[in-house]
C-alpha cells in the first residue's frame, strides 16, 4: 500500500502555533491530527521529534 505523511506549522488566530499532521493512503484524504502549542519553539521541538 502507498501512504503518505505531511507535517506542517501554521500560526493560529490566538497568537499561538499548531502542528498539523496529516498521514493515510494515496488517493484518499487521510487522518488529520492538530496540536497547539503556545509559541514556536515548542512546536518545532515537537515537528523535529516527528521528523525523525
Known sequence: MRRFYLLSIQPTLFGGVSLIRNWGRIGTSGQIMIQTFEDS???????ARLER
Do not use: N, R, S
Open 41 to 47: 519553539t515548542k512546536a518545532g521541538e515537537a515537528f
